[in-house]
Every structure is written in C-alpha cells, then in structure tokens.
C-alpha cells in the first residue's frame, strides 16, 4: 500500500500519518524531512539531492509520504501512490490547529523541529496562505488526471476517525 497525504501547513498531515502507520505498520516519511538538513541549523538541501532521497523512498514496497509540497520533485510520490489524501480545511480551522500547536510548543508538551518563535507561527500563516493561493490550483489539476485515487476531506473528524475511514476505503477497493 502507498498512500501520499497533502494538506496546508497545520492540517494534521504528520499526525494523520503516524496513526495510519501505527495501524498498518507501514513506515511513514515526512518530505519536510527530505527538504531540510536539520543539524546545527536548517539548511534546504538542493532538489537534486531531495529528489534521489524521495526515490529512495518510493522503492520500498509500502509506505506513506505526508507533506505540503507539490512541485516537479515530488511528482512521482503522486504518481505512484495507490491513494492520495488531501486534507482541505477550512482556513479557520487551519489557524486554529497552528496556534494550539504553538502553544503546545511553547510550553513544552510537544515538540518542534524548528525554533519556537512568534516569527514561525508568522511564517506558517504565511505558507498558509501560500497554499491556498497557489498548491491548491495545482492540486486540482492533479486531481483531474486520476480522480479515483484521490480522497478529499474537508473537516477534520480527528486522526483516530480519519485513519479508519481512509483504511474502509481503501479495504473496499481492494487496494492491497
């Protein structure tokens, strides 16, 4: 199974995939990761290397791929996937899903991958925005080219409900 799960910054898509690969068992890979060196500092790497890391991935018999980025390096991570998730809430519930997360950050309870500032909050209401006026475009034209392979959701039910609905569809069209 080979599910590819894209929302905007904020939409659940890491948490979404780690429920679904505690319930089946199949490894899940954040293409955030793929992008950033995360060392001393975050450095982006360039899209030769994020793309010979992605194919890496795509070899592997099972697996599910989260994150925002639709550009020419992740084409195949849609290409290849049996099912594609896309996570389309509404603004408000994007922003609110951010600030909780900040908080969360902030004091503590959860962690981060980045500098917990006022300034990244900023910024992912930023590439919020960023994805509504641009992914989303592109999202939709991806749509058209194999429509049976996508499922759309546009109101988070939770993670736990959510993984158990995207795996009855999947069960029932016999995507193994």
Request: aromatic share 10%; proline share 3%.
């Amino acid at each position: 199974m080979k599910i590819r799960i894209i929302g905007s910054v904020g939409s659940g898509k890491t948490t979404l995939a780690r429920k679904l690969s505690d319930i089946e068992g199949i490894p899940y890979f954040e293409t955030d990761q793929l992008v950033w060196k995360r060392e001393q500092t975050e450095v982006r790497r360039p899209n030769s290397e994020k793309a010979a890391l992605l194919r890496q991935v795509l070899q592997k018999e099972v697996w599910i791929i989260e994150g925002v980025h639709i550009e020419p390096w992740t084409m195949d991570s849609f290409n290849q996937a049996d099912i594609i998730v896309f996570l389309d809430f509404p603004k408000k519930q994007i922003r609110y899903q951010l600030i909780k997360r900040q908080v969360k950050q902030w004091l503590r309870i959860e962690s981060a991958h980045y500098p917990v500032k006022w300034k990244m909050l900023q910024k992912m209401f930023y590439w919020d925005n960023l994805f509504t006026s641009k992914s989303k475009a592109i999202i939709h034209t991806k749509m058209m080219e194999n429509p049976e392979k996508w499922l759309v959701f546009n109101k988070n039910i939770g993670s736990e409900k959510l993984a158990r609905t995207i795996l009855q569809i999947i069960s029932s069209r016999d995507i193994v």
